[in-house]
């Protein structure tokens, strides 16, 4: 089953849906994040939807302006189980939750012209030969003096080669034509799929220049119609011409080391990158991750996978990389509640409370102390050994970076959650900012 996240911007009436397989849902303004709302006041790193098969749950994550939900602006780090039902206001976008069967979002995918039309391949398989005239295959008239060199076989043969030369280009054009027609008749949507489609089951079209020309009329990279090299390929995409130190030019051998390397470089880096993230979590008790590959070269051989959907890949890989922003900002998020919870535990409040037995001071004999020499004594114990940082890092830390990472969903096997709220509870709620 998959997610679907339904978006309504009440400014414009416009509404659009997103459809989710992965959790969690990362959302902000932030290029990485899976739903991208480009809103001045949403955050970079803003919430997030976190689902299992059977509960979903909407966490923001400390952004700057807040979210609300059913008109309650909620805390930050604490996930509130959301329904069908339930209102989530993202800065100013509307969104709205429910589940969607994966035959309801193939046929979304064709209704959008994600496949080619019967009509399209049946016109591209019939061209209409009525339209070469006969005056397209009608041959040069030859004088009686010629008529001993027309006997020769290779006249004959050269005169047969132009009257097919005269079919063919009229053929060539008609072609062109009906194709050019059909695929001015599709939706726009449809264009952008179809004209690379076609050149990628039809390699003849990559090497005719109309062809790129009826691409390039509907907003369509060339690159990607028609046959390109290795150097043409990374020009386009470095954006600069590729020449050697003399200015000689670059052979696609040459092109493809440096790609090679590069990759290599990117992936050995970015395995190093996911080992520490895990490390960390290991080392802080909290949990383990989906797994981290074995080498870098186990990642290459993941994102050049041409078995899998490219895009597929593509989005992997980008749910890395917001993972490991999301780390960042969790630890920091995390290590602040951590340090709070430590303030409030040598509090003056909680040591006048805690002078008559009980918390840390169990494990001191300082009965009939005085509060300042319990204080400093306390603090003393804390400053030793690590016992400071067991106390930072412990439970609202973890329970911090949990909610923040989506981590938490997975360990809740313990206990069901409760049901989703119509509201959220009074005392987990704020009173509502509007965003203006």
Not at 8 to 14: A, E, K, Q, Y
Not at 291 to 299: L, N, R, T
């Amino acid at each position: 089953m998959e997610l679907r996240v339904a978006i309504h911007d009440p400014r414009t009436g416009v509404d659009e849906e997103a459809f989710f397989r992965i959790s969690p849902i990362r959302i902000g303004r932030n290029a990485l994040n899976d739903l991208l709302l480009d809103e001045p006041s949403v955050s970079q790193w803003h919430a997030q939807l976190a689902f299992d098969e059977h509960h979903v749950w909407f966490t923001d994550v400390g952004s700057s302006n807040g979210s609300v939900v059913d008109m309650q602006r909620v805390a930050a780090h604490h996930a509130v189980a959301v329904h069908a039902e339930t209102r989530v206001e993202v800065g100013p976008v509307v969104l709205r939750v429910s589940r969607a069967a994966d035959g309801e979002r193939r046929s979304r995918r064709v209704a959008m012209g994600g496949a080619m039309p019967d009509d399209l391949r049946t016109a591209i398989s019939m061209i209409d030969v009525t339209r070469i005239s006969g005056d397209d295959l009608a041959t040069e008239g030859v004088g009686n003096d010629a008529q001993t060199a027309l006997a020769s076989s290779a006249m004959s043969q050269l005169q047969y080669l132009r009257t097919l030369l005269a079919a063919v280009e009229p053929a060539r054009r008609a072609y062109l034509e009906v194709l050019a027609d059909q695929i001015e008749s599709l939706p726009s949507a449809s264009r952008q799929k179809i004209i690379p489609q076609l050149a990628r089951e039809l390699p003849e079209l990559s090497r005719l220049p109309e062809y790129v020309e009826i691409a390039a009329r509907h907003g369509v990279d060339g690159m990607s119609v028609k046959e390109v090299t290795a150097r043409e390929w990374l020009e386009k995409l470095a954006g600069v011409p590729l020449t050697g130190p003399h200015g000689e030019d670059v052979d696609d051998a040459r092109v493809l080391a440096r790609v090679a390397a590069l990759l290599q470089t990117f992936a050995q880096s970015l395995f190093e990158l996911m080992r520490a993230k895990e490390h960390v979590a290991r080392e802080l008790g909290l949990g383990s991750g989906d797994g981290v590959p074995q080498s870098g070269q186990e990642i290459l051989a993941y994102l050049c996978d041409f078995r899998v959907d490219g895009e597929e890949r593509v989005g992997a890989l980008t749910r890395v990389f917001a993972d490991l922003a999301m780390h960042q900002i969790a630890m920091v998020s995390a290590t602040r509640e951590g340090v709070r919870s430590l303030i409030e535990e040598i509090s003056p409040q909680a040591v006048g409370a805690r002078a008559k037995g009980g918390g840390l001071l169990d494990l001191l004999p300082l009965r009939g102390a005085s509060l300042w020499d319990l204080y400093t004594r306390v603090h003393a114990d804390l400053a030793e050994g690590d016992r400071f940082a067991r106390h930072v890092f412990g439970a609202r830390f973890s329970r911090a970076y949990l909610a923040i990472t989506g981590r938490r969903a997975q360990q809740r096997d313990a206990a069901p959650p409760p049901p989703p709220p119509t509201t959220v509870p009074e005392q987990q709620s704020i009173p509502v900012t509007r965003i203006r």
